[in-house]
């Protein structure tokens, strides 16, 4: 499976932005996808991620209530929708997914076999 992230840029604090992760060679309608990101000199983190087609959705403490992660199966696409975005947020964003992730390890990096190539974000002050 490939994965192609999209949708970062530069945008003010307060903004929005709203990325997206397409997939290609497998469908992503009974897939776990997530959302992570590395900012300079720090480690990846999770984010967000969506259970095996939407069943269920999980956000880091930092992204409740400000980012939503969705997905449309028709596009095979999972999308990430930032809100009240902060400096803090700046990093590099990826995609992951995985067929065989379990439950207990879809915040860990580590867990995920397939990634896309980063789309960066930029929060200015």
């Known amino acids: 499976v490939q994965l192609q992230a999209s949708g970062g840029g530069l945008v003010q604090a307060g903004g929005s932005l709203r990325l997206s992760c397409a997939a290609s060679?497998?469908?992503?309608?009974?897939?776990?996808v997530a959302w992570f990101r590395q900012a300079p000199g720090k480690e990846r983190e999770f984010v967000a991620a969506?259970?095996?087609?939407?069943?269920?959705?999980y956000y880091a403490d930092g992204a409740k209530g400000r980012f939503t992660i969705s997905g449309d199966k028709a596009k095979n696409t999972v999308y990430l929708q930032m809100n009240s975005l902060r400096p803090e947020d700046t990093a590099n964003y990826y995609c992951?997914?995985?067929?065989?992730?379990?439950?207990?390890?879809?915040?860990?990096?580590?867990?995920?076999?397939?990634w896309g190539q980063g789309t960066l974000v930029t929060v200015s002050s």
């Open positions: 060679g497998r469908t992503f309608s009974r897939q776990t």
């Open positions: 992951a997914t995985d067929p065989s992730i379990i439950l207990s390890s879809v915040r860990e990096a580590r867990s995920y076999a397939y």
């Open positions: 969506i259970w095996r087609g939407g069943t269920n959705t």
